[in-house]
């Protein structure tokens, strides 16, 4: 067998909302990505939605809707991808990372209290593979930590206190204590990348809770102009009859969600309810299969959370970097695709650079030496999922407890 690591799960309904922008003339922003904007958001149970051409877009965007910029200190995990990071890098503000919990993905809550100053405006937590971070710890830190806080622009002057912006590129769909992500934070950015859930090819979304005193179609036509070069009316409000002339407001970006890419997303949400039941299923089978070996699996699904099931992430305690190669090759000789999530940031250039030491953050580079995702997605069959099972628990158990 030939299983890939996460190919998209395309049908002839996303095949059919692709030709049908195609076919109507209005292929970049308009009717489709709007439709997936109150889709988006009546799906996360809020009133309004961004769609642009990214969840990197939908978060640097957002912390220029916040205001946020140099002299300004945000704070994320070290265990991440670096689109959780370098937006803070964009907008000027001073990065800070902290560590993750011992034995665990989710970042420190003890040292993110720890971290926090009078320049701290912004929170960025992980939803890692899927599952939600725990939302009642973090914004009892920000309250706690409210006398610190200086706002700087209407926004944070309405929430009064430091703002929680989920990288959520992996969760929607998840949910905690019965709310789906996208409701629970302040803001939150998905991801509709190629080997997300949803996906519309390349895209994300962002949405956020209502803010008592901030207009929330004020707030969406900020995103609007800072994606679209800061012109004051798109494409389709210039279609109108006479209503060609438009100003431009700020020298702004360009991140925009098109209708080709959009319609791959309306078609995805017809489907969604089903694909992520499919997910829930194999991880059911998989975690199964695995916890009684002893190997270590993320706990998807709980009273208080229900992940997305985006990422089957696997560590099997003790082994070694190199044993965890020799097990990725062992798989892909069997003709299965893995990955690690992640290498964390401070063992990239780019972060090194930065001035960030692996060594001051060790619970984090734990968590990386023994990982291995393994494949989660729709596309696979009954018949693929036990194949990947038995040659897991066949190579696996020579490395367990040696």
Request: glycine share 8%.
């Amino acid at each position: 067998m030939k299983i890939p690591f996460s190919p998209p799960d395309i049908t002839d309904a996303e095949v059919e909302q692709v030709a049908e922008a195609l076919r109507s003339g209005w292929i970049t922003t308009g009717p489709k990505t709007k439709e997936l904007e109150r889709e988006v958001a009546d799906f996360c149970g809020v009133n309004r939605a961004v769609c642009l051409n990214s969840q990197t877009a939908c978060a640097e965007m957002t912390l220029r809707v916040l205001g946020v910029g140099e002299g300004d200190e945000v704070i994320t995990c070290a265990y991440t991808y670096t689109a959780s990071a370098s937006v803070v890098c964009h907008v000027g503000a001073k990065l800070v990372l902290i560590d993750t919990q011992k034995d665990s993905l989710e970042m420190d809550y003890e040292k993110l209290a720890d971290a926090i100053t009078e320049k701290t405006k912004v929170i960025i937590p992980i939803d890692l593979g899927g599952v939600p971070c725990d939302y009642d710890r973090i914004f009892s830190i920000v309250e706690s930590k409210k006398h610190l806080f200086h706002p700087s622009n209407d926004i944070q002057k309405a929430i009064g206190r430091i703002i929680v912006m989920t990288d959520a590129a992996h969760a929607f769909g998840a949910e905690w204590h019965g709310k789906k992500v996208g409701s629970i934070a302040d803001f939150s950015n998905f991801s509709f990348h190629a080997v997300k859930n949803f996906t519309t090819a390349e895209g994300g979304a962002a949405t956020w809770k209502d803010i008592e005193g901030i207009d929330n179609e004020e707030l969406y036509h900020k995103y609007q102009l800072l994606s679209l070069h800061g012109q004051s009316k798109d494409a389709l409000a210039k279609t109108q009859l006479g209503a060609w002339e438009y100003d431009i407001v700020g020298p702004w970006y360009k991140c925009n969600m098109t209708d080709v890419v959009a319609g791959i997303g309306l078609a995805q949400m017809k489907r969604y309810k089903g694909l992520l039941a499919r997910r829930k299923e194999i991880i059911g089978r998989y975690d199964d299969a695995f916890k009684p070996l002893g190997i270590e699996v993320l706990n998807h699904y709980a009273d208080e959370h229900q992940s997305s099931g985006h990422l089957y992430i696997t560590r099997i305690p003790g082994i070694t970097l190199e044993q965890r190669h020799e097990i990725i090759v062992k798989m892909a000789e069997k003709g299965i695709a893995c990955n690690v999530h992640y290498k964390p940031l401070p063992m990239m250039t780019a972060y090194k650079n930065l001035g960030f030491d692996i060594k001051d953050y060790p619970n984090a580079y734990k968590r990386f030496e023994n990982e291995i995702t393994l494949p989660l997605h729709t596309k696979l069959t009954d018949e693929e999922v036990e194949y990947v099972i038995e040659n897991y628990c066949e190579i696996a158990k020579n490395y367990i407890g040696k």
